[in-house]
């Protein structure tokens, strides 16, 4: 499994920015994907997650109410939209893909995910 992000860039407070993140393979719309992200001198952090059917979502608080994930299975890809960028939003941002098919629960974690992309870095000036 290949995942490969893309669609960062420098943008100013208040602006939005779409990732996406196209995965390789032919089981992309049985498993959970996530987004992470890893700021300069900070560890990874999570961001982002949607089930294998787009129908459960989950945000960490930073984000919520200004990001929204979303996927398309025929696609196999999966988006994150970002609005009202904020300047600590700059960080590597990364899609995951989770270990286990048809996962329920909400994957917080980055131990559950076990495919990762290359990343993209999102710089958001103030």
């Known amino acids: 499994v290949q995942l490969q992000a893309s669609g960062g860039g420098l943008v100013q407070a208040g602006d939005s920015l779409r990732l996406s993140c196209v995965a390789s393979g032919r089981t992309f719309s049985s498993y959970t994907m996530g987004w992470f992200r890893q700021a300069p001198g900070k560890e990874r952090e999570f961001v982002a997650t949607?089930?294998?059917?787009?129908?459960?979502?989950y945000y960490a608080d930073s984000v919520k109410g200004r990001f929204t994930i979303s996927r398309d299975n025929a696609k196999n890809t999966v988006y994150l939209q970002m609005n009202s960028l904020k300047p600590e939003d700059t960080a590597v941002y990364y899609c995951?893909?989770?270990?286990?098919?048809?996962?329920?629960?909400?994957?917080?974690?980055?131990?559950?995910?076990?495919?990762w992309g290359q990343g993209t870095l999102v710089t958001v000036s103030s």
């Open positions: 995951a893909r989770g270990s286990q098919s048809y996962g329920t629960s909400p994957y917080t974690r980055a131990d559950l995910y076990g495919y």
């Open positions: 949607i089930n294998y059917s787009g129908a459960r979502t």
